[in-house]
């Protein structure tokens, strides 16, 4: 889609430019509160309708919050392009037209009476909050949209459940059809610092919520199939963990092209009393290339002294991301400056169920062990939402799929215990057993 330069571009964010890209018939756009999603979706719609004679329904599950939300949000884009002298808008049947060509934007809500039976020749539809909308409702939406070229639906929402419909019809399987588009309130510009705290400080309250609303991902409602079934966010998670200058960092790394994952760890150096601990400090998880995460990591923990563990995969020379002739844990020793001692490296990975019963044994058990929730917000949601994969028939495996259940943090937990405690048997009878 070609923006012409009337339009002035400081009011586009990337997650517009993605918008304003994509070319198929139905666009996913999802994510976390204040993101955005919203905003650029108008200006997309009012730009479209700008631009040439098109016809567009703009939906919502109930009619009566358009006129408080998303009329108002069309009203203040067209203002910020400059373009509002150039529609109408007609308050009784809630329709904006341009004036020179006749472009129509229509907004309707599914209970309104015509509903949708009188609508043909549409072009466009933008349904908001489309987690509101049952999959009939969608599918008469898409009967709707006939008998034109280029018809495009877009589709936006919190992803609020991961049994819902938008994830099975979209995100189950593969739509050569559908272009998904993720983004959070990290993707928008426009907010302040306080924005963003409030955003951040969800996860001391209410762990779903943050998956859904910060980290805008599929919810889950219930876990009926703990993996980690002794882990207590009221006892295990702390706010602030101080990092003792005294005691070594262990650096426990899991290896994925996207994101790379690595977690920061203290422990004391005795264990079996009631002064012994283990302090998960921090968390890294983003789009870093190795030696910029070497590099934050150095520069973090400066003055102390660095051991690293992690996937036993990291050996493998085939799989380095910038050199051919090295691995990750050569290149890691490199950028860290670590001698041989200071590589704690496993051939291989424990299997799930021996983790399972290890790690739930640490939980119930270990006299002193701490997330900071306030630096680990990502790992204390994996310990929540960890839950065992029904479809395996290998015991104890943890579901995973390649959006809502990476547990990439939560992998690199397991091997640090694997490393440093696979001997650990506890001085408890654990009371539960996995499902």
């Known amino acids: 889609m070609d923006i012409p330069d009337r339009f002035p571009k400081e009011q586009f964010s990337k997650l517009f430019e993605k918008l304003a890209d994509a070319e198929s018939r139905f666009i996913i756009n999802y994510g976390g509160t204040a993101a955005g999603k919203s905003f650029s979706a108008a200006q997309k719609e009012v730009i479209c309708a700008a631009l040439a004679p098109i016809k567009t329904l703009v939906i919502r599950k109930v009619g009566n919050t358009l006129r408080d939300s998303v009329i108002p949000s069309f009203w203040s884009r067209m203002d910020e392009l400059g373009c509002t002298d150039e529609f109408v808008f007609n308050k009784t049947d809630r329709t904006l037209t341009h004036k020179e060509h006749g472009s129509q934007i229509i907004f309707r809500g599914l209970d309104d009476p015509d509903k949708l039976k009188s609508f043909e020749g549409l072009t466009r539809i933008l349904v908001e909050e489309a987690a509101e909308l049952e999959f009939e409702d969608f599918m008469e939406l898409n009967r709707r949209a006939r008998g034109r070229q280029n018809i ?34 990290k993707n928008n510009n426009h907010l302040t610092e306080e924005d963003r705290k409030q955003i951040e400080q969800i996860s001391l309250y209410n762990n779903n919520q943050y998956r859904i609303y910060a980290l805008g991902e599929w919810g889950v409602l219930t876990n009926d199939r703990p993996w980690l079934y002794t882990f207590e966010k009221e006892k295990h998670a702390s706010e602030e963990l101080t990092l003792l200058r005294d005691h070594a960092v262990y650096l426990s790394f899991d290896f994925n092209r996207n994101p790379l994952t690595c977690l920061a760890v203290q422990m004391s150096d005795t264990r079996g009393t009631k002064n012994s601990f283990i302090h998960f400090i921090n968390e890294f998880s983003g789009s870093y290339t190795l030696e910029e995460l070497c590099r934050h990591i150095s520069s973090t923990y400066s003055g102390v002294p660095l051991f690293v563990t992690g996937d036993a995969s990291g050996r493998r020379g085939d799989i380095s991301m910038t050199d051919k002739h090295g691995t990750y844990y050569s290149m890691i020793q490199s950028y860290l400056d670590l001698k041989p001692r200071q590589m704690h490296i496993f051939s291989h990975n424990i299997t799930h169920n021996d983790s399972m019963l290890l790690v739930n044994t640490l939980f119930a058990g270990y006299p002193r062990l701490r997330i900071c929730s306030n630096n680990c917000p990502l790992l204390i949601n994996d310990c929540i939402t960890a839950r065992i994969d029904d479809k395996s028939d290998t015991p104890g495996s943890l579901k995973k799929d390649r959006k809502a259940y990476k547990m990439d943090l939560f992998d690199a937990m397991r091997y640090f215990f694997q490393r440093y405690f696979s001997d650990f048997s506890g001085s408890v009878v654990l009371g539960k057993k996995a499902a």
């Open 152 to 185: 495009q639906i877009t589709l936006t929402f919190n992803p609020i459940d991961e049994q819902h419909w938008l994830k099975k019809h979209f995100f189950d399987r593969d739509d050569p059809d559908a272009t998904i588009i993720h983004s959070t309130y």
